[in-house]
């Protein structure tokens, strides 16, 4: 095999809580992670030496700081690979958005370098490894459904969540995760989500035990930073969807639907309305492969 073809699928939080802020200065957080079938295709190819990006994303660095070198060094670096690597990635995450674009490239380069060099490593291995490279890259390797603890890299897989139809809108704003962690009052929150009781409700495929429990502390911060999420949760709230939330520091945001009609009409309704730049309808995926 010379060349390696690979989905890196969007992740999104349907709940996500933290708990406290840790000495180093990190977040102990509480979530759940959901893959959705909206994803950056890549294209990995053996090459003489060093590694090589190119990408369809305007804007998007190639170098060193692309979590896709990152992924490739930290390979070769591990398992002693000598020869290089070409990847092409054609980007379809909105960036800096909430959904871990970055950190599903890098799990899925270290997925395509397993097997385009034949590693033979287990995914726990991969996962190990990831987190060196970011807290989300463990669970970008992993996928489906699953509830992530510590920094974001302690995880438990979950059942696949029940079928359901998932909007998701990017407005126009820009949010740096740092910021958003950085101006968070994790001691002054007053009420934490119910993650326990959403992951009971997973166990039992129960979708509006689920949506029912959607709450991200995050928002205390992007909300009202970026109104314009508040308008997008309302939006979809009236065209239907069970809940709406913001996805992880925002400030992209999702809406579940259990009726496929209900979630075209509402996508219809903010196209037209133009709050977001990028609208995707999906569903959700079971294991980001
Ligand atoms: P998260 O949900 O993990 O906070 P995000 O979706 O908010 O992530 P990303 O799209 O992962 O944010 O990217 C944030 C920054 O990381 C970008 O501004 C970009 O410069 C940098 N970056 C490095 N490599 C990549 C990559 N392969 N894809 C996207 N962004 C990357």
Known sequence: MREYQAMAYAKINLGLDVVRRLENGYHQVKMVMQSIGLGDQLTLEMAGCGITIT???????TDRSNLIHKAASLMFETYGIHSGIRVHLRKEIPMAAGMAGGSTD??????????????????????????????????CILGGTALAEGIGERLTALPPMPDCHILVAKPRAEVSTKYVYEHLDAQGLTAH??????????????LQGITGRMENVLETVTVPAHPVIADLKGRMLESGAENSLMSGSGPTVFGIFSEEEKARAAYARLREE????????????RNAD
């Open 106 to 139: 890098a799990a899925a380069v270290m997925k395509g370098i397993n097997e385009l060099f034949r590693l033979g490593l287990p995914l726990s291995r991969l996962m190990e490894d990831g987190v060196a490279i970011g807290a989300d890259v463990p669970y």
């Open 193 to 206: 989500p119910d993650i326990d009781g959403m992951v009971q409700a997973i166990r039992q495929g129960d």
């Open 55 to 61: 990408t369809d994303a305007p804007g998007l660095p």
């Open 274 to 285: 133009n709050l977001a730049d990028r609208l995707f309808l999906t569903e959700p995926c």
